[in-house]
């Protein structure tokens, strides 16, 4: 029932761009916080950016000024824009939804792969 698929990512030199989408299904999407996390190979998994029910946005310092989290609430899609793309922003993104009350634990995507590289 509830599914989160993302799509967009894929190779890109260093100072590149490259955005994120992920569509969400099987909930109410406009009542939940949308989050991206990034995982790099040999680190643990981190939130690089989230974005509440209200459109508030956090993100890492790592991201900070480079990336912009946005959510289309008409077509349940999330979107993660990511410029100035360095080799350590290469990681697995997945899509996360949380709903305090009707999904503590949350739903995640399956993830799509970017690799900055020259």
């Known amino acids: 029932q509830v599914q989160l698929v993302e799509s967009g990512g894929g190779l890109v030199q260093p100072g590149g761009s490259l955005r994120l989408s992920c569509a969400a299904s099987g909930f109410t999407f406009s009542s939940y916080a949308m989050s991206w996390y990034r995982q790099a190979p040999g680190k643990e998994r981190e939130l690089a950016a989230s974005i509440s029910s209200a459109g508030n946005t956090n993100y890492a310092d790592s991201v900070k000024g480079r990336f912009t989290i946005s959510r289309d609430n008409a077509k349940n899609t999330v979107y993660l824009q990511m410029n100035s793309l360095k080799p350590e922003d290469t990681a697995v993104y997945s899509c996360?939804?949380?709903?305090?009350?009707?999904?503590?634990?949350?739903?995640w995507g399956q993830g799509t792969q970017v690799t900055v590289s020259s």
């Open positions: 996360n939804a949380r709903h305090p009350q009707t999904a503590p634990r949350g739903y």
